[in-house]
C-alpha cells in the first residue's frame, strides 16, 4: 500500500510538471506581437507569428533593422525568436529561464517566463542580477475561418479587464 501512495505521488507529481510545460505552449499576445510558444531541441523558443501595425503596412516586411549583428538587421521579424533557451521544466517556483529578445533595442537579456493563475504569462527581463516584470501575454486560440485565413482569438477576453 505504501509503495503504491508513493508511485501515485511520483506519478502525479511528473503529470504537474508536464502540465505546466505543455502549458506554456501555444500562442500568446504582447508587446503588439503574436508568438508561438513551442520546443525547439531540448528547450521552449518563442517565433514571432505575427506583428500588428497599421493597415498600410505588411508585417512581413517589417525588418530586424535594430540588431547588433549587422548579418540579421535584413532579416524579417515575423518568423524570428523572441524567446529562446527557455528551460522546458520550471523551478520549483513554476519559473522557466532562457532569454528574451526585444526588436526595438536590438539586444537579448535573461528572462524568466511564469504560468499565472489566471492562464497568463508573466514576462521577466533581466539585468545583471535584477529581474523585473516587464508585462503579462495573454493566451490566443488560432482557428482558420472560411476563407482560409488563420485568425487569433483571446482565450479568455475577460483576463484584459
Not at 524579417?76 to 532562457?98: A, K, M, Y
Amino acid at each position: 500500500m505504501r509503495l503504491s501512495l508513493v508511485l501515485f505521488s511520483i506519478l502525479f507529481t511528473l503529470k504537474g510538471i508536464t502540465d505546466a510545460q505543455n502549458n506554456l505552449i501555444g500562442y500568446w499576445h504582447g508587446f503588439g506581437l503574436i508568438v508561438e510558444i513551442k520546443e525547439c531541441e531540448d528547450k521552449l523558443c518563442g517565433v514571432i507569428e505575427h506583428i500588428f501595425v497599421s493597415d498600410d503596412k505588411d508585417p512581413k516586411t517589417i525588418l530586424d533593422e535594430n540588431n547588433k549583428d549587422k548579418e540579421l538587421k535584413s532579416r524579417t521579424l515575423v518568423g524570428s525568436n523572441i524567446l529562446f533557451d527557455f528551460s522546458r521544466q520550471p523551478d520549483s517556483s513554476g519559473t522557466h529561464t532562457g532569454r528574451i529578445y526585444n526588436p526595438d533595442e536590438g539586444k537579448s537579456y535573461k528572462s524568466k517566463i511564469r504560468l499565472l493563475e489566471n492562464g497568463d504569462l508573466e514576462i521577466e527581463g533581466c539585468f545583471t542580477v535584477i529581474c523585473r516584470k516587464v508585462g503579462e501575454w495573454l493566451p490566443v486560440t488560432i482557428s482558420i475561418d472560411g476563407n482560409g485565413k488563420r485568425v487569433a482569438k483571446l482565450t479568455n477576453p475577460l483576463a484584459i479587464f
